[in-house]
């Protein structure tokens, strides 16, 4: 017989090898006598075998049960023939592996086709059945050849059955083991973590994706131990999976987090309950790591709420932390500040050098100002080059002031950015709660206003708010709007006061001065809305309109046959510094007939000073026209008398502020008395502003000054008044006369 083993996996899977076979067949007594009794049988049986098996197809028939197996016709005849060839092999007398291996087969088949053993075993009883009164008969009616025939033969059949059982039951155990492994391949491999637990909440299995959730070894090791010890879950979550276990209700989106070295890992858990057949409760824990995801959310939100150049909280955070502080303020604890600081020329370092050195200026900056606070406090970028302070609890205003020291002392120092060392500057405003706001914005809105102060004190410093501030940016802001309106109809007058020459007593010039009538207001002071108009670059167009009126109301009063004297007009620094000066003027003068040198022009001594190199320039054109030239406010500003020759001005007008005390102040008297002879050496005329004095008249006249232009003479007037003014021709009463 050839080696079984070698041959049929089957029969190695089993463990039924030669040894095996000859072992069953011993204990069956199944000898070389039977067999020799078998091939006698099957010679003998070759007649009787379609009979045999159709006898046996018709047994078969009768159960429904069978009816699905046999099929149709065709498959029953092909059945029966493969059947007769069976039964044909069963008393051939060859038993060797080829045997062994068909029979082994059939099991597999049996099982396949789900042919229980009941209805095989039973279909054997009826083939034995139908065979037994053939041998009788083939044995000629001898009666030990009968037996011993028939013994034979049903050692065979019972070899066989023991074959196709044994094979059957093996191919059953593999479908078990085949689906229970497939079972378990399914959970190792499935992408959720799963634990699964007793009762008393040990861990019974947990699955691979679950160890690298949990960065553990090998789940024999975690077999055995409790759930909280194995996954180092809280209190929290326990009692969750108990109730789980007592209600028996599945719970699902539990969140909970594990702390590792790296940080926290996150982690989101479905529980339900599952008893199995024989009544064991298991509690099933699945859960997925959605560290990945928080993170996401995490920076999604990190970005809503901070700065990503500088990593400091942006506007949208401040402003709640700011609505914080003051809550906590208003609650009495303490005082809080908040501080707006701004980087003085940060655009011009930014323009020049370029926007990547401007950003690493701005994360220097963001991290020189974070090492000026406290813990509690707080720093932030609004944008730009704007930053925001917060500092809580502070005894008084004033100790933001030590802050706002440190801040602009650590700006101080140069930065070294790309080779290139930089110095900066900041200008701060502070705003204290309570007190200055009730809300984020307020605040912040009042740090504005008191950092716009600092810059217009020259920067690099802080300014705390004040309720003026808040009350002029108001009322500037209504004032304003109202200025547009006027504006755009030119809806202003003008009003003109009378130069007196002091020698003669007699008008020799009117200065042009702009009056405004707001709707609600009233009358608005030029020292008010002048600068708005500046501010907002509205002075160009009704500036102009000043000078084409005024020079045009001159012309008229030379119509009228009036002696001529000039109409001074005030130009303001915007105006001045115009390249389009020059043409406005000659274009204006050309349009209203009026000569050149009835027209003056005033420009203060501060606009001048601020940049003398151009001044003198745009002077030198102007007066190239033919106008006249005054310097204006003389005395308020730098009062350089050195630089006053370069203006080539014809006239001086010594400031209010002096004249309103030469009476009684000694110095005062003194740097009139100077100016007026320095003017004289540089061959300007002096004009004296806001006499309103006998006594000051009789200085001025003493020490030779010019012309007066005051109350004590006459007030601005409006066209009307003054006309009369001029026709009257009333000259100055002097007490010296
Ligand atoms: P300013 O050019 O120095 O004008 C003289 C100011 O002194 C005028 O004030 C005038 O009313 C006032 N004044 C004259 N005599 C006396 C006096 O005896 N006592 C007192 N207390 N004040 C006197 P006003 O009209 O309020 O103008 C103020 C400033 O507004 C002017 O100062 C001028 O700088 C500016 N301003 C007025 N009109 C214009 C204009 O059309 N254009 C520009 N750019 N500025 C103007
Ligand atoms: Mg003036
Ligand atoms: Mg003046």
Redesign the pocket.
């Known amino acids: 017989m050839s080696n079984l083993t070698e041959n049929y996996p089957t029969s190695v899977e089993m463990g039924i090898d030669n040894a095996e076979v000859a072992v069953r067949k011993e204990f069956l007594e199944f000898t070389e006598a039977d067999i020799a009794l078998l091939k006698e049988l099957h010679a003998r049986l070759e007649a009787q075998r379609d009979p045999l098996s159709e006898a046996f197809y018709r047994h078969l028939q009768h159960f429904p049960q069978l009816l699905p197996l046999l099929g149709n016709t065709e498959k029953l005849e092909r059945l029966k023939r493969t059947q007769s060839a069976y039964f044909s092999q069963l008393t051939e007398g060859e038993y060797g592996s080829n045997y062994v291996e068909n029979r082994l087969h059939v099991g597999v088949v049996h099982q396949r086709v789900g042919l229980t053993p009941q209805w095989y075993i039973g279909a054997y009883r009826k083939y034995l059945h139908e065979l037994m009164p053939g041998v009788y008969h083939l044995m000629g009616g001898d009666a030990e050849q009968c037996i011993a025939t028939y013994s034979a033969l049903l050692k065979i059949v019972f070899f066989d059955m023991e074959l196709a059982l044994d094979t059957y039951f093996h191919a059953e155990h593999q479908a078990v083991v085949r689906e229970k492994k497939f079972s378990s391949q399914i959970i190792a491999d499935m992408p959720s973590g799963l634990v699964v637990m007793d009762a008393a909440l040990n861990v019974r299995m947990v699955n691979k994706a679950l160890l690298s959730m949990f960065d553990l070894s090998s789940s024999e090791a975690c077999v055995g131990l409790m759930v909280s010890e194995l996954l180092g879950v809280g209190e929290q979550l326990i009692s969750v999976i108990e109730n789980v276990l007592e209600c028996g209700e599945m719970r699902s989106g539990l969140a909970f987090e594990r702390h590792v070295a790296q940080g926290s890992k996150y982690y989101l858990a479905d529980i339900s309950r599952a008893v199995t057949e024989e009544g064991q409760t298991l509690l099933l824990f699945m859960v997925n790591d959605i560290t990945a995801y928080k993170k996401a959310e995490e920076r999604a939100q990190y970005l809503a709420q901070f700065d990503v150049l500088t990593g400091l909280p942006n506007r949208s955070l401040l402003y709640d932390r700011i609505d914080y502080a003051y809550m906590l303020s208003r609650r009495g604890d303490g005082v809080v500040a908040t501080m707006l600081i701004d980087l003085d020329r940060f655009k011009l370092i930014n323009d020049s050098l370029g926007s990547a050195l401007g950003d690493e200026l701005l994360k220097q900056v963001a991290v020189r100002l974070s090492n000026c606070l406290r813990e509690s406090d707080t720093v932030g970028r609004t944008g730009g080059n704007e930053f925001v302070m917060i500092l809580l609890s502070m005894n008084a205003a004033s100790d933001a002031t030590m802050v706002a020291k440190k801040v602009l002392e650590v700006l101080a120092a140069p930065f070294q950015i790309a080779g290139h060392q930089l110095h900066l500057t900041a200008s701060i405003g502070i705003a204290v709660s309570p007190g200055d706001g009730e809300n984020a914005q307020e605040l912040l809105r009042s740090a504005a206003s008191a950092l716009q102060q600092s810059k217009n004190d020259g920067r690099n410093q802080f300014c705390f708010f004040q309720e003026e501030m808040n009350q002029r940016a108001q009322h500037d802001m209504q004032l304003e709007s109202g200025l547009h309106r006027a504006a755009e109809n030119y809806d202003f007058e003008l009003h003109y006061?009378p130069k007196v020459d002091l020698r003669s007593g007699e008008i020799c010039g009117l200065?042009?001065?702009?009056r405004w009538n707001h709707p609600e207001r009233g009358r608005i002071?030029?020292?008010d809305f002048?600068p708005l108009l500046e501010e907002n670059g509205l002075?160009v167009p009704v500036?102009t309109w000043?000078l084409r009126t005024a020079c045009a109301q001159a012309k008229a009063w030379q119509s009228m046959g009036i002696k001529p004297c000039s109409v001074a007009?005030?130009?303001?620094a915007v105006q001045f510094h115009r390249q389009d000066l020059c043409e406005v003027v000659q274009q204006v003068l050309r349009e209203t007939g009026l000569e050149a040198k009835f027209l003056n022009l005033?420009i203060?001594e501060s606009i001048i000073m601020k940049d003398v190199d151009r001044a003198v320039q745009t002077l030198r054109e102007l007066k190239s026209l033919g106008v006249k030239l005054s310097v204006?406010?003389f005395g308020t500003g730098h009062s350089s008398l050195n630089y006053l020759k370069r203006f080539a001005a014809d006239e001086l007008k010594i400031d209010?502020s002096f004249i309103r005390d030469i009476t009684t102040d000694a110095d005062d008297a003194m740097i009139t008395r100077t100016i007026i002879d320095l003017a004289h050496n540089l061959r300007m005329r002096v004009v004296a502003?806001?006499?309103?004095s006998e006594a000051q008249l009789a200085f001025l006249l003493r020490n030779n000054c010019d012309e007066m232009?005051?109350?004590?003479y006459s007030k601005?007037l409006p066209v009307d008044s003054c006309t009369a003014l001029l026709k009257e021709g009333r000259l100055l009463s002097r007490a010296a006369d």
């Open positions: 006061q200065e042009t001065l702009l002071n030029p020292v002048i002075i500036g000043v007009v005030n130009l303001s005033e203060t204006d406010d209010r502003e806001g006499v309103e232009q005051g109350y004590y601005p």
